[in-house]
């Protein structure tokens, strides 16, 4: 890709690590400033950029580039978190994060998107 969107809007937090919480993933929102890591149909405030020391970084805004499962397009989408890590689109019950899907890699199942 010739553009570039990294570090568009980008706000970064600290956040307490509360559970399965994995550099890279989404997390919600837990507890008096913990984020947890999201299971199959998680709605999810940002990503983890990293973790150590009992906190997390957490992309709350921003161009991200995330893995996702089924199948992503372009535009205005509702997004959830996925199992291992990834997002996918929300489907009927799932709880979801309103996001704006920038470009898709179909082959390696990779999206970007602005939080």
Do not use: H, W
Not at 39 to 54: P, T
Not at 87 to 105: E, Q
């Amino acid at each position: 890709m010739q553009v570039s969107f990294n570090g568009y809007g980008q706000q970064v937090a600290t956040f307490v690590v509360g559970d399965n919480v994995e550099a890279g993933s989404p997390v919600m929102i837990g507890p008096n400033g913990t984020v947890n890591g999201t299971a199959a149909g998680g709605d999810f405030c940002g990503i983890c950029l990293s973790k150590g020391n009992g906190y997390a970084a957490v992309q709350l805004k921003g161009y991200v580039r995330q893995s996702y499962t089924g199948t992503l397009s372009t535009g205005r989408v509702d997004l959830t978190g996925a199992a291992g890590g990834k997002v996918k689109v929300s489907g009927g019950t799932d709880k979801k994060v309103a996001v704006l899907v920038v470009d898709t890699d179909d082959t390696a199942k990779i999206c970007g998107f602005i939080l």
